[in-house]
């Protein structure tokens, strides 16, 4: 199985950008539809982005839509999630997540494994 690592993650100010990583070991990340999900205190985890198994297939929150960017690093067996524009509504703790289906799930439920998270905090 897949163990994940989140990295990058920090203080930025509003309308900055951030990168965020996670680093994949154990089985390669072209096995796997990876994700990011974010949780800010007191709400409930929800979808933030998806990239498909094969790479050709990207899928966004609607509140993140033209801002962020996931992509694959297949060199690193990484996944980056490029965040521009941000605002303190993105503030949460970010999670990579994979399943090994090949298509992407907006539920966390859809998802096997996951990472610690790793905490984005936008000021104002």
């Known amino acids: 199985q897949v163990q994940l690592q989140e990295s990058g993650g920090g203080l930025v100010q509003a309308g900055g950008s951030l990168r965020i990583s996670c680093a994949a070991s154990?089985?390669?990340?072209?096995?796997?539809?990876m994700a990011w999900f974010r949780q800010a205190s007191g709400k409930e985890r929800e979808f933030v982005a998806g990239?498909?198994?094969?790479?050709?297939?990207?899928h966004y929150a609607d509140s993140v839509k033209g801002r962020f960017t996931i992509s694959r690093g297949s060199a690193k067996n990484t996944v980056y999630l490029q965040m521009n524009s941000l605002n303190p509504e993105d503030t949460a703790n970010y999670y990579c997540?994979?399943?090994?289906?090949?298509?992407?799930?907006?539920?966390?439920?859809?998802?096997?494994?996951w990472g610690q998270g790793t905490q984005v905090t936008v000021s104002s």
């Open positions: 997540t994979a399943r090994a289906l090949r298509w992407v799930g907006v539920s966390q439920n859809d998802y096997d494994y």
């Open positions: 990239i498909s198994r094969s790479g050709g297939t990207t």
């Open positions: 154990g089985r390669t990340i072209s096995d796997y539809t």
